[in-house]
């Protein structure tokens, strides 16, 4: 795995984006070690990538698809089109909620789509609920920035909003999840600011998220709690 990571980024031809792939080495276990192998399995993939930024992301989608013979398509609502200069990537200036936009631009189908713009429940929720029905029966749906363990307080970084809008987050996923158990199976992994990947097994419409019924804060698990405290 550390060769084959190594020779990924010996592949990376802009220095910036070289530079963050060996400076967090958090991106390794969440990106490379958790779906790079397994995207490396689609033959002549279509991914749809939601975010671009300092194209860390983009530069891994971009070398599958020079592997595999695949096309990638980045959208952004800023500019980043001199980003990179390569035939496998197309870039659309577009708001990730403008689909009438964005669909005359791109394939009815994808293999991978991946989602980074805005790390809130509500709108992580719409734009998978947007685009799901584009992702091919086998395909992966991958979200960023799940994880909320950084962000804890007193924690690495620290973060009110972080903390609280990426666990929203993956709650609202399991809330999804629990109503789409035969449309959908998800894995979560918890490096660094995390990701959950929706691997899709039906072509059934989604239903809609379902409140999770923790007994987390019930009157049963606090007399528990103090029960367990009490016989100490």
Same mark, same amino acid.
């Given at each position: 795995?550390?060769?084959?990571?190594?020779?990924?980024?010996?592949?990376?031809?802009?220095?910036?984006?070289?530079?963050?792939?060996?400076?967090?080495?958090?991106?390794?276990?969440?990106?490379?070690?958790?779906?790079?192998?397994?995207?490396?399995?689609?033959?002549?993939?279509?991914?749809?990538?939601?975010? *671009?930024?300092?194209?860390?992301?983009?530069?891994?989608?971009?070398?599958?698809?020079?592997?595999?013979?695949?096309?990638?398509?980045?959208?952004?609502?800023?500019?980043?089109?001199?980003?990179?200069?390569d035939l496998n990537w197309k870039f659309i200036?577009?708001?990730?909620?403008?689909?009438?936009?964005?669909?005359?631009?791109?394939?009815?189908?994808?293999?991978?789509?991946?989602?980074?713009?805005?790390?809130?429940?509500?709108?992580?929720?719409?734009?998978?609920?947007?685009?799901?029905?584009?992702?091919?029966?086998?395909?992966?749906?991958?979200?960023?920035?799940?994880?909320?363990?950084?962000?804890?307080?007193?924690?690495?970084?620290?973060?009110?909003?972080?903390? *609280?809008?990426?666990?929203?987050?993956?709650?609202?996923?399991?809330?999804?999840?629990?109503?789409?158990?035969?449309?959908?199976?998800?894995?979560?992994?918890?490096?660094?600011?995390?990701?959950?990947? *929706?691997?899709?097994?039906?072509?059934?419409?989604?239903?809609?998220? *379902?409140?999770?019924?923790?007994?987390?804060?019930?009157?049963?698990?606090?007399?528990?709690?103090?029960?367990?405290?009490?016989?100490?």
């Amino acid at each position: 795995m550390i060769k084959s990571f190594e020779d990924f980024k010996e592949r990376i031809e802009d220095k910036e984006i070289k530079q963050i792939w060996d400076q967090l080495t958090g991106l390794k276990h969440k990106f490379f070690e958790f779906f790079y192998t397994e995207l490396l399995q689609y033959k002549n993939p279509t991914i749809l990538e939601f975010g *671009v930024r300092h194209g860390v992301s983009t530069s891994m989608f971009l070398d599958i698809c020079k592997q595999n013979e695949g096309k990638l398509y980045s959208i952004d609502i800023n500019d980043y089109s001199k980003k990179f200069s390569d035939l496998n990537w197309k870039f659309i200036l577009a708001e990730d909620k403008d689909q009438k936009k964005i669909e005359n631009e791109i394939p009815n189908k994808f293999d991978i789509i991946f989602l980074d713009t805005i790390h809130k429940a509500d709108h992580v929720s719409e734009i998978f609920y947007r685009y799901y029905d584009k992702l091919k029966i086998g395909g992966l749906f991958i979200i960023d920035d799940i994880s909320w363990l950084l962000y804890t307080k007193g924690a690495e970084h620290d973060h009110f909003f972080k903390e *609280v809008n990426n666990k929203e987050t993956f709650n609202r996923l399991l809330e999804i999840y629990k109503n789409n158990k035969t449309n959908f199976n998800i894995t979560f992994n918890f490096c660094y600011t995390g990701a959950a990947k *929706v691997l899709k097994i039906s072509d059934d419409k989604l239903n809609e998220p *379902v409140k999770l019924n923790s007994r987390e804060f019930s009157i049963k698990n606090l007399a528990r709690k103090l029960y367990i405290k009490l016989r100490k």
